[in-house]
C-alpha cells in the first residue's frame, strides 16, 4: 500500500552536519533535528541558527526536508525565548515544527502559520478521536504516533483520520521504560529533568533490594542468572515487517537517534533505504517481499540492544526487557570516512575516526551497497611516511584500495 502511489518517508536523526548529510547521502528523504533549545536532546550536538540555515539550504538543493524540534515540556520562562526560535525556523526555512505543548502550537499558529505542525509522540496519541482533535482544533498536519500502539491501532487511526492528516511512526531505535518517553526518573534521582532533554538514563542501571528491617541488608535482585537489569528496554527494530507498517498507512518511517553516531545513521538510514526499495520492487512485480539476511546482518553492525518489533504486535512484557545488561552491544566500529578516490591509482585519502593497522579488513559501507571489503595493505600520512597503524583521529591517510569508492563512504573494521 502507497500514500498517494508513493512510498512511505524515510525520516532520520540528524544530531550535527556531519550525520545530517550522511542521513541524505545514504538515502533519507527527511531529517529531524533540535537548535539549542527546546528539542529534548539537550546533549546532542545541535544546530546554531547559522547551522540550521545551511542544513535547511543543503537538503532543499537535494529535494529532502527538515523537521525541527520544539518539543520539551515548556515553562513560562521558555516560552520567552520561543519567538526567536520560531522566527529563526522561518528565515531558515524549516519543512515543519515538531511540537507537544499547546502553548508552543498557540505560539507557532500565531507567528509563523506558514510553518507545518508535526505534533510529536511524546503527546502520546493513541485514539482517533485526540488524532482528529489535534488536527481540527489546533491544526496539526502530522501527529508522530505513540510508540505504545500495535500495528493494527494505528491502522484503524489512519483509516478513521480527516482528509489531509498525516501520520508517523518509529520503526527502529531505542524504546522508553515510560509512556511515550514521560519519565521523572532521572530528575528524581539526578537533577537532570528528561522532559527538558537531560535524562541520565536512569533505567539503564542496575538496581539491588534494600531490606526494611533494622539490619537494612542489600540484596542484589536476580531472576536465575539473568542479572539485575530490571528497567532495560530493548531497542525497536521492524526492518522484517515493512509490508504490515506500510500497511498501516503511516506516511513516514522514523529512525530514532539524534545522540548516535555517523555510523549509525549511516549504516541504519542506508538498510531501511534498501529494504523498502526492494518492497516497492516487491509491489510492482508481485513477489513477496523478502529482506535479504546481508541487509538484516548491517544492524547488527551498529551499537544496540538486543532488538524487538516493540508493541507493533502486542505489549511485548517481559520479551520487551534485556535483563542480563545494559551495554550496547555491535559487530563493528567506524574506521574511517572517505574523502575521495583515485580511479587510476586505487588509492583513496581517507580521514581516520578509529584505530586500524595494515593487514586489518575494512568493510565497505555506501549507499545501497552492503558487502563489499578489502585488507589495508599499506597507509601514507600528509609528509609522504608510510605507516602501520593509524592511531590519530582525523588523521588523513592515503590507503590502496582495489574497490571503487566515493567521498562520504565509510570504512569499518569488525571487533
Known amino acids: 500500500m502507497f500514500i498517494n502511489n508513493k512510498l512511505p518517508e524515510l525520516l532520520a536523526p540528524a544530531g550535527n552536519m556531519e550525520r545530517l548529510k550522511a542521513a541524505f547521502k545514504f538515502g533519507a528523504d527527511a531529517v529531524y533535528l533540535g537548535a539549542p ?165 536512569p533505567c539503564r542501571w542496575s538496581y539491588e533490594i534494600r531490606e526494611k528491617g533494622k539490619d537494612g541488608e542489600y540484596f542484589p535482585i536476580v531472576q536465575d542468572d539473568l542479572g539485575t537489569h530490571i528497567l532495560n528496554s530493548r531497542d525497536m527494530m521492524l526492518i522484517e515487517h515493512l509490508p504490515e507498517v506500510i500497511a498501516s498507512g503511516v506516511c513516514s518511517l522514523k529512525i530514532e537517534g539524534r545522540m548516535k553516531s555517523v555510523l549509525y545513521v549511516s549504516t541504519v538510514v542506508n538498510a531501511y533505504r534498501m529494504a523498502l526499495d526492494i518492497y516497492a520492487e516487491s509491489v510492482q512485480t508481485g513477489k513477496p517481499y523478502v529482506l535479504p539476511q546481508s541487509i538484516r546482518n548491517e544492524l547488527n553492525m551498529v551499537s544496540h540492544r538486543p532488538y524487538t518489533t516493540g508493541f507493533a504486535f502486542g505489549d511485548p512484557g517481559a520479551q520487551g526487557q534485556s535483563t542480563p545488561t545494559s551495554k550496547y552491544v555491535s559487530d563493528c566500529e567506524i574506521s574511517a570516512v572517505v574523502l575521495e578516490y583515485d580511479e587510476a591509482e586505487k588509492t583513496a585519502l581517507v580521514r581516520q575516526r578509529n584505530r586500524f593497522f595494515v593487514g586489518d579488513t575494512l568493510s565497505i559501507l555506501a549507499p545501497y551497497d552492503v558487502g563489499r571489503s578489502f585488507v589495508v595493505t599499506d597507509m601514507v600520512n600528509d609528509d609522504g611516511e608510510h605507516q602501520q597503524v593509524a592511531p590519530h583521529p582525523n588523521q588523513h591517510l592515503r590507503i590502496p584500495c582495489e574497490e571503487t569508492l566515493k567521498p562520504g563512504d565509510v570504512l569499518r573494521k569488525a571487533k
Open 37 to 201: 533549545a527546546m528539542s529534548l536532546r539537550n546533549f546532542a550536538d545541535n544546530f546554531t541558527f547559522e547551522e540550521l540555515k545551511e542544513a535547511c539550504a543543503y537538503a532543499h538543493e537535494r529535494g529532502k526536508k527538515v523537521y525541527l524540534a520544539c518539543n520539551s515540556f515548556a515553562h513560562n520562562k521558555d516560552m520567552e525565548t520561543l519567538p526567536e526560535i520560531l522566527q529563526n525556523a522561518r528565515e531558515c526555512e524549516v519543512d515543519a515544527l515538531i511540537v507537544n505543548d499547546p502553548g508552543v502550537i498557540a505560539m507557532a499558529r500565531r507567528l509563523v502559520p506558514e510553518i507545518e505542525l508535526h505534533l510529536s509522540t511524546q503527546a502520546n496519541t493513541l485514539n482517533s478521536q485526540a488524532a482528529a482533535f489535534w488536527h481540527e482544533a489546533a491544526g496539526i498536519k502530522r501527529i508522530v504516533l505513540a510508540r505504545e500502539l500495535t500495528l493494527k491501532e494505528i491502522g484503524d487511526i489512519c483509516k478513521n483520520a480527516p482528509e489531509g492528516l498525516e501520520f508517523e511512526a518509529f520503526v527502529h531505535g531505542a524504546m522508553c521504560i515510560s509512556f511515550s518517553g514521560r519519565c521523572l526518573l532521572s530528575n528524581y534521582l539526578t537533577g537532570r529533568d528528561s522532559n527538558k532533554g537531560e535524562c541520565a538514563q
